[in-house]
């Protein structure tokens, strides 16, 4: 039983246009996602953050989107650049331990 | 500042081993968290310590059993190793002012034979 779905295991973008991820989940108590992105041989390093009273959080060229009535988030890169290619993972947390619980990932290329 | 550091980076282990991973949190983090990582999946939550007690647990059996110690270094340590428990195990650590947000070491790649 997934809490967290990213339903697009991969996502080829153009360098200098918009790479758009999503990602879905289904806990209702879920009260803050985030977004990881993570090379191999690494660990996920930590992009940007939402808390569930917000709908919209910007960071520079990242942009995260939360729809709490369609149980719905998504990341945008712009412009999105080859350094940008990895693995991006949406988490979610709740609860006094704030474990997180992420989705499979969905694998960016950004073609030159 | 440093961030979050965990040894070894690579271990081969046999079937019914017993195995020791190490963390060292970011600096000013109290909390760690461990997570199991399958190949093609996301990271799956283990447990969690804060001021030396286990505070939150994933679905995981009691052969996975951990530490914290005075420093806010950790230790995951697991009993009779079962194939499936080759992964890469994360440790990740937040601090006082921000947990929800946690920051995430390299990781260590675990093989089981």
């Known amino acids: 039983d997934q809490q967290v779905k990213q339903n697009s295991p991969s996502l080829s973008v153009q360098e200098g246009r918009i790479s758009i991820l999503n990602c879905d989940y289904t806990n209702s108590m879920f009260d803050y996602f985030l977004w990881y992105k993570k090379y191999p041989a690494e660990g996920p390093t930590f992009l940007i953050s939402?808390?569930?009273?917000?709908d919209k959080n910007e960071d520079g060229r990242f942009t995260v989107f939360l729809n709490k009535s369609a149980k719905h988030l998504s990341l945008h890169i712009v412009p999105s650049q080859p350094g940008d290619s990895a693995v991006y993972f949406c988490a979610a947390s709740e609860g006094s331990a704030r474990q997180l619980t992420f989705g499979s990932g969905t694998q960016l290329t950004v073609l030159p | 500042e440093t961030g979050v550091t965990q040894s070894p980076t690579h271990l081969i282990k046999t079937r019914g081993q017993q195995v020791t991973l190490r963390c060292s949190s970011q600096s000013g983090h109290n909390t760690v968290s461990w997570y199991q990582q399958a190949l093609g999946q996301g990271p799956q939550f283990i447990f969690q310590?804060?001021?030396?007690?286990?505070?939150g647990r994933g679905n995981f059996p009691p052969r996975f059993s951990g530490l914290q110690f005075p420093n806010y270094s950790s230790e995951l340590n697991v009993n009779a190793l079962e194939l499936d428990d080759s992964a890469l195990y994360l440790c990740a650590s937040s601090s006082p002012r921000s947990q929800e947000t946690q920051y995430f070491g390299p990781g260590t790649r675990l093989l089981v034979l």
């Open positions: 310590y804060y001021r030396e007690e286990e505070n």
């Open positions: 939402i808390s569930s009273i917000k």
